[in-house]
């Protein structure tokens, strides 16, 4: 299972970034992606899940109406749109591959560094 996160990057607030998440090595179709994001000195916390069994996706409170997560099966790539960013959105964030979407997901990726400026 390998699971490549890009996109990231240095972005003023209020400003756009679109991460990736390619996966493969296991059956796409059939599996949930998570978003994750750890800022230094806190804990990881979930951002945003897509099951792509049935398409249900799911937002932390803190991002809602702001970030979109969506899938491309045909590419095996997850992309997690993020609008409006804010400088608390600064993290390493990572995607997690799993049969449902919970916290202890079973495959990850390295993740990708977003930060956002004042």
């Known amino acids: 299972v390998q699971l490549v996160e890009s996109g990231g990057g240095l972005v003023q607030a209020g400003g756009s970034l679109r991460l990736s998440c390619a996966a493969s090595g296991f059956t796409f179709d059939d599996y949930a992606i998570g978003w994750f994001r750890q800022a230094p000195g806190k804990e990881r916390e979930g951002v945003s899940c897509i099951n792509n069994s049935d398409g249900s996706t799911y937002y932390a409170d803190s991002v809602k109406g702001r970030f979109t997560i969506s899938s491309d099966n045909a590419k095996n790539t997850v992309y997690l749109q993020m609008n409006s960013l804010k400088p608390e959105d600064t993290a390493v964030y990572y995607c997690?591959?799993?049969?449902?979407?919970?916290?202890?997901?079973?495959?990850w990726g390295k993740g990708t560094l977003v930060t956002v400026s004042s």
């Open positions: 997690a591959a799993d049969t449902v979407c919970h916290l202890g997901m079973d495959y």
